[in-house]
């Protein structure tokens, strides 16, 4: 019997495909391959070798050197407060949205999810001008006598406040469909053998949910590496670059001011690259095993 | 059924093939001047007008005006694959030197030799010297965007300043007589466009910003330059840090604010602010710069560009240098001549700075080639020395370094 050839799937895969290779594997490709060169973006790549690298991990005296620590550490600043945050409270929120007394829940649903629909820009416009120290709320309904984009811990709070006002919304959601696919019954039975609301989250729910667990905390973590927008917007890195991120510095030598250093740019962003893939894939090992 | 499958399958590979192809057609690329500009700002509406102006004039070849964010990216990512690069460019000065060293710039001879009138002499100078590099013209000026200092007319009379400006020139001094003066809420200067205002102290000072072609940043000019500015702030005069002094002098509680002359449309549109325009101040009487920079036309290289393009881009720039009045209702001073020698021009408050050779004069325009990387370094580190929060001296040796790694590393590549 002849067998019948069905080309409907790859026509269906076959774009993705071809726009998965065009705009990721391919351009993922040729910025490694740039992390070992000197290139302006203009002219052809000169090859380098391990320069960039040993220049921006070994050579104290270098600005590179400077730019990469710093980015990194307050990269890592971004990470720690705002990853967890990210998962606690959306969770908090999921489980409390389940309770039968909760109204009106896929409209309180919607306005913690429409902030993550807004531009980054606007909506740092608008909270730069809640925190304005003259026309703000802030300042005029709290009194507070601080500018908040320029002085510390203040200018971190802020980049915090406006990363959970937008974020909070995406996690909030794999919650509570993920929740919603909890059968009812164990936490009836549950509840009949006395196990009070705590008991049931912990018991229950948590280990339930445990792939999207997983999942918003692989992501989140990886998306928070790549913070830019924010510290961009809210205090353009200050004050005294306490806030300047790693992808601001790689975006500056890139596309910044004058001649690119997009060579030197490349080897940070793969630096940057690989601390994700590695704390990701730790991640999930970690939360996997213990899960197991 | 099989006729079902396969008509989804054309859709999804005509639509995904239109997505990635979509912006490869181009029917018109003969005869149309293809002309991008950075103007994202309300700049891109004038430009707009006068683009339409010319092509209303029913012109061999029409110019298509293409506002392009994020311009200079493009533009390196099109001259890297000779593909998509414009006809006509807007650029900035400081660009200039970049763009000849790494041979990236067409000559503008065969439209300076299309277009007599098209030559130094009706044109501002500094705006088109910028363009000059080796005796060879690569641009053709449209303006000169210049930092200027604006005023408020109510607190100048309610604190009894108005006499600052009777030279044109605010010195330091002046602005430190105020200490003390002034009511709570009120300052004297803000912090908009510092990066500009030092550099041009630096001018004030008799410095510069390179010594034999090398860049000098940690020198005893830039150091007095940032001193001179952080007494103002000392004294609390200047607006505090991180305030928004912009929309305080809008809102009437600054006399100085050290902006753009592109702010003045903005300025005109607040409703009971009283305000004028003056140089930007300075720690001399004798000296006053206004740092500057400027849009030039430049033809980017692009073996495709023919040479009925070519006179057809000459045509729409005699144009823009005969009427390019439009242009200065953005707030810019206007590089043709012909515009600003125009009774009409008194009009805009930016002909102060065209108003006598030393108003001219005063438009600053740096040309060094890292002049770049500087401002980059001047821009992220002054608001943090000239409020105190850093180390001056170890902060000018931290810039004078971030500014040679960058050139060790750009330059190393050719």
């Given amino acids: 019997m002849k067998k019948k050839l069905n080309l409907a799937p790859v026509f269906f895969v076959g774009p993705h495909v071809i726009l998965f290779i065009v705009f990721i594997l391919l351009p993922t490709i040729y910025g490694i391959y740039a992390s070992f060169t000197k290139w302006n973006l203009m002219n052809d790549p000169v090859w380098v070798g391990l320069d960039n690298y040993k220049t921006i991990l070994f050579d104290n005296s270098s600005t590179f050197h400077t730019q990469f620590n710093n980015g990194l550490k307050n990269t890592l600043i971004f990470v720690l407060l705002s990853v967890p945050l990210l998962i606690v409270l959306p969770l908090l929120i999921a489980v409390a949205l389940e309770h039968k007394k909760v109204k009106g829940k896929s409209l309180i649903q919607a306005i913690l999810y429409v902030p993550g629909l807004i531009s980054i820009s606007a909506g740092a416009l608008i909270w730069l001008l809640l925190f304005n120290k003259q026309l703000g709320m802030v300042g005029n309904v709290f009194g ?69 667990l997983v999942y918003t905390f692989v992501m989140t973590t990886a998306g928070a590496f790549n913070v830019f927008g924010q510290p961009l917007m809210m205090t353009d890195g200050g004050p005294r670059q306490s806030t300047h991120v790693l992808m601001m510095y790689i975006r500056q030598l890139a596309f910044g001011n004058g001649e690119s250093i997009a060579g030197m740019a490349s080897a940070m962003a793969v630096l940057l690259g690989l601390v994700i893939l590695l704390i990701s894939a730790l991640q999930y090992y970690v939360m996997n095993r213990n899960a197991a | 059924m099989l006729n079902k499958k396969w008509g989804f399958s054309a859709i999804a590979l005509v639509l995904s093939l239109s997505t990635v192809l979509a912006g490869c057609g181009n029917d018109d690329k003969n005869n149309t001047i293809t002309f991008w500009t950075p103007l994202t700002g309300d700049d891109g509406a004038y430009m707009d007008q006068l683009v339409k102006d010319y092509n209303a004039t029913n012109p061999e070849i029409k110019v298509k005006h293409v506002i392009t964010a994020d311009m200079y990216t493009k533009v390196s990512t099109v001259l890297n694959s000779g593909k998509g ?58 303006d000169i965007h210049s930092n200027v200092m604006y005023y408020n007319k109510d607190l100048l009379a309610k604190y009894g300043a108005e006499s600052f400006l009777d030279d044109n020139v605010v010195t330091i001094d002046e602005m430190l007589s105020l200490q003390g003066k002034l009511d709570e809420g009120d300052y004297v200067v803000n912090d908009a466009l510092l990066g500009w205002v030092i550099l041009a102290q630096i001018q004030d000072l008799g410095g510069d910003i390179q010594e034999d072609g090398k860049p000098a940043v940690n020198t005893p000019v830039m150091k007095q330059a940032f001193e001179n500015v952080k007494k103002i702030n000392d004294a609390g005069l200047m607006t505090p840090f991180g305030e928004d002094g912009y929309l305080m002098f809008q809102s009437g509680n600054v006399l100085f604010s050290t902006d753009g002359t592109w702010s003045s449309t903005a300025h005109a549109g607040v409703e009971g602010l009283n305000f004028g325009v003056t140089n930007v101040y300075s720690p001399t009487p004798d000296k006053f710069t206004n740092r500057s920079s400027s849009h030039l036309f430049a033809m980017l290289k692009n ?111 050719q």
């Fill in chain 2, 303 to 413: 073996k495709d560009r023919s040479e009925e393009k070519v006179a057809g881009i000459g045509s729409f720039l005699e144009f823009i240098r005969e009427n390019s009045m439009e242009w200065a209702k953005a707030g810019q001073t206007v590089a043709s001549k012909q515009v600003i020698e125009n009774p009409e021009y008194q009009n805009y408050m930016q002909s102060f700075f065209t108003s006598n050779e030393k108003e001219i004069e005063s438009l600053y325009i740096y040309t060094y080639e890292y002049y770049p990387y500087i401002a980059e370094a001047v821009d992220t580190y002054c608001g943090d020395i000239v409020r105190g929060n850093v180390d001056i001296d170890e902060t000018l040796a931290t810039m004078q370094k971030f500014v040679e790694d960058k050139i060790a590393e750009g330059t190393s590549a």
């Fill in chain 2, 85 to 142: 690069v414009p006809d006509l460019a807007i650029i900035h000065a400081d660009r200039v030197p970049g763009f000849v060293k790494q041979g990236q710039l067409e000559p503008m001879t065969a439209v300076t030799t299309a277009q007599p009138e098209i030559k130094e002499d009706n044109y501002l100078p500094q705006a088109w010297n910028t363009g000059n590099i080796d005796g060879t013209q690569y641009t053709v000026p449209l």
């Fill in chain 1, 144 to 212: 507070s006598e601080v500018s908040w984009p320029t002085h510390q811990p203040y200018a971190w709070i802020l980049i915090i406040i406006i990363t959970i006002w937008g974020g909070v919304g995406g996690n909030l959601i794999i919650y509570r469909a993920s929740i919603s696919g909890v059968a009812q019954d164990l936490y009836e039975s549950a509840e009949m053998d006395g196990a009070g609301p705590i008991r049931r989250f912990a018991s229950i729910t948590l280990p339930s949910i445990r792939f999207p």
